[in-house]
């Protein structure tokens, strides 16, 4: 049973940082890509960061050179740094894991930016 835990979420203003952290159950190898959707009310759920096998590492638009994804495979980890947020950037950020082919996902933390 994989099990993913996410931490690292909470309130800054507009032009903070905050840094994500999630830690996964089970061998690290099972888990060929790791990352991050979010989730705002009324929207559907995006991919802001993900990291595929060991280097490979994809950003959606409209976090590109704000936000940072990387990998801890000796802690069994994924953070993602944000930088220069924007109340846009507010929603429920939640952790996925790829294992066996299915999508895994923790319970997701919240992040709120003021303007």
């Known amino acids: 049973q994989v099990q993913l835990v996410e931490s690292g979420g909470g309130f800054v203003q507009a032009g903070g940082s905050l840094r994500l952290s999630c830690a996964a159950s089970g061998n690290r190898f099972s888990f060929p890509s790791m990352g991050w959707y979010r989730q705002a009310p009324g929207n559907q759920r995006e991919l802001v960061a993900r990291?595929?096998?060991?280097?490979?590492?994809d950003y959606a638009d409209s976090v590109k050179g704000r936000f940072t994804i990387s990998r801890d495979n000796a802690n069994n980890m994924v953070h993602l740094r944000m930088n220069s947020l924007k109340p846009e950037d507010t929603a429920v950020y939640l952790c996925y894991a790829i294992y066996l082919g299915n999508i895994h996902w923790g319970q997701g933390t919240q992040v709120t930016v003021s303007s």
């Open positions: 990291v595929t096998g060991p280097l490979n590492t």
